[in-house]
């Protein structure tokens, strides 16, 4: 669904691969791209609550990425980010009770023996 999303001005958005999920050795402006695109791409890939459970997630780890990147505090924007804070925490612990525990997850193969040849 990455591939589907548009490329927008010269200095912003790229044009994603066809599986995002298989790269590797991303800079950080790539995973911003994947964070500022992921909630209409991952909308309604899950199941009813779950959904929304990560929809909040995505929105509140953008909303907490975009104020801590500010380059420029007032006091205002540091209580806007303590608060932003405060939600992602509660944002992370309703997904890991209640969305997390709801799916069975295996390691892929490729997964299982690199950790195996790095404890090696």
Known sequence: RFCCVPTFGRDATRKFSKNVS???????????????????????????KHNNIIQDLLFE????????????????TIHFLNNSTTQLGRALQQFQNLTCSAFITVKLPKETMA???RKA
Request: hydrophobic letters at 35%; one cysteine or more.
């Open 115 to 117: 950790r195996r040849w």
């Open 61 to 76: 780890l953008t909303t907490y990425h975009s104020l801590a990147k500010l380059r420029l505090h007032t006091k205002r």
């Open 22 to 48: 298989s790269l590797s050795k991303l800079a950080v402006c790539d995973y911003e791209d994947i964070l500022q695109c992921c909630i209409p791409v991952c909308e309604k890939l899950f199941p009813g």
